[in-house]
Structures are given as structure tokens and as C-alpha cells.
């Protein structure tokens, strides 16, 4: 159980488009999802908290406007790359929480690379 | 915001000797830390937890320690083997549903 799944697995665009992904808990309710950004060797960067049907909190330093982020449904988030340029190039995660545990533990997605050309 | 320290960015050990791996944190509120193990281009996958009520916790060749005066938390890992090799991250949290704040990470490395 507690599986959550990311697609696209990997992606590479031009300088300008925009970039959808797509974070999915399978088998759980997640009230609460979590993206986060790796560059390589180093750390996961918390980008923003999403609670189903309510707007994202973002970190200090992560733009909103370009960073979009929806958790329409228990089951999905979405993080939309706007404009993406390429310093977006990265590794993104999404966690999840399940809603009806009092676990404080995240699952996470597989994660996106996406390459921005 | 928490601040999480992780020391050190990268360790090698011989197989069958022991690896610790220390974190700090800067949130007297942060009482939950978890510690992930992350090879590469996979996703996290939770090793060893432990709630700010508890000093210590093992499993296996596993155990976490807390000092909660000193706001800091180790990993220990016993007998290490190759396919303990991998990245490992801590992490502080304030609790349920709240965020999680990553270490630097770790680089380990058991040479066989």
C-alpha cells in the first residue's frame, strides 16, 4: 500500500513551453502532497505544501506564478512548469501524505526529470 | 524557517565496519525526524523514524538516536554491506502534515 506515482517519468522541452507533471497516490487519500526539487548530489528542496482543495503554500524563494500547482482531488496534484528556462532543469518529487493515518511519514513519487532544452 | 545540518557529505567504510552519520536541526518545535535512503535517480524510501518522546530506536542493523537538548539526531547503521550504498537524507518535520526540511544528504559508500 501507500504507493504514489509520478508521470512523466522524464521530459525535455524547449526554452518557453510549459511543463505539466503529474503526482498521483494510488492507493491512499493524500489531503496533503509535497514538490520538491533535486538538482544532482544534493539535497531535496521543499518548492510547496499542496492541501487538496485549498490554494499552495510555497517555500521562501519558489515563484508561484511559475510554479503552478492544483490538488483538485484527494488523489492528484499537478505542478506546472511555466515558461520553463534552463535553470528549471531538475529532478521533481512529489510526497503525499495519507489523510486517514495520524503517520507523520510522506510517500514519494518516483520522480520527473525534465530537461530544458 | 528549520535548518537541518548533515555531516558528513560523504563516508566510506569497509564492509562489515559501522557508519554513522550525524544531523542538527534548528527548531526547538521539529519532533519528527525520519531518515531516507535514496540510490540513485529513485525516489526516498523511509529506513528509520523517531518522535521527539523517544531517545532511541533500532531496527536491525538500524538505530536512530535523538538528543532533543542538543537538537541533534544520528543514523547508525551495523555491519554494513555493499548494498547499504546509497544516499541517505534526515530530515526534521513539526509534525503531522507539516513540511519536512532535508539534510545536505550523505554519500556512502561500503567497499567490499
Known amino acids: 500500500g501507500a504507493v504514489v506515482s509520478q508521470h512523466p517519468s522524464w521530459v525535455i522541452c524547449k526554452s518557453g513551453t510549459s511543463v505539466k507533471i503529474e503526482c498521483r497516490s494510488l492507493?491512499?487519500?493524500?489531503?496533503?502532497m509535497f514538490w520538491y526539487r533535486q538538482f544532482p548530489k544534493q539535497s531535496l528542496m521543499l518548492m510547496a505544501t499542496?492541501?487538496?482543495?485549498?490554494?499552495?503554500?510555497?517555500e521562501q524563494g519558489v515563484e508561484k506564478d511559475k510554479f503552478l500547482i492544483n490538488h483538485a482531488s484527494l488523489t492528484l496534484s499537478t505542478l506546472t512548469v511555466t515558461s520553463a528556462h534552463p535553470e528549471d532543469s531538475s529532478f521533481y518529487i512529489c510526497s503525499a501524505r495519507d489523510g486517514t493515518r495520524l503517520s507523520n511519514e510522506q510517500f514519494f513519487g518516483p520522480g520527473t526529470r525534465l530537461t530544458v532544452l | 524557517g528549520e535548518n537541518v545540518e548533515q555531516h558528513p557529505s560523504t563516508l566510506s567504510v569497509q564492509e562489515g565496519d559501522s557508519a554513522v552519520i550525524k544531523c542538527t536541526y534548528s527548531?526547538?518545535?521539529?519532533?519528527?525526524f525520519p531518515w531516507y535512503k535514496q540510490e540513485l535517480g529513485k525516489r526516498p524510501q523511509l529506513i528509520i523514524d523517531?518522535?521527539?518522546?523517544?531517545g532511541e530506536k533500532k531496527d536491525q542493523r538500524i538505530a536512530v538516536t535523538l538528543n532533543k537538548t542538543a537538537k541533534h539526531f544520528s543514523l547508525h547503521i551495523t555491519e554494513t554491506q555493499p548494498e547499504d550504498s546509497a544516499v541517505y537524507f534526515c530530515?526534521?518535520?513539526?509534525?503531522?502534515?507539516?513540511?519536512?526540511?532535508f539534510g545536505t544528504g550523505t554519500s556512502l559508500t561500503v567497499i567490499p
Open positions: 527548531d526547538s518545535a521539529s519532533n519528527y
Open positions: 499542496s492541501n487538496e482543495g485549498s490554494k499552495a503554500t510555497y
Open positions: 523517531i518522535r521527539s518522546n523517544v
Open positions: 530530515a526534521a518535520s513539526m509534525g503531522t502534515g507539516n513540511q519536512f526540511y
Open positions: 492507493d491512499f487519500q493524500a489531503t496533503t
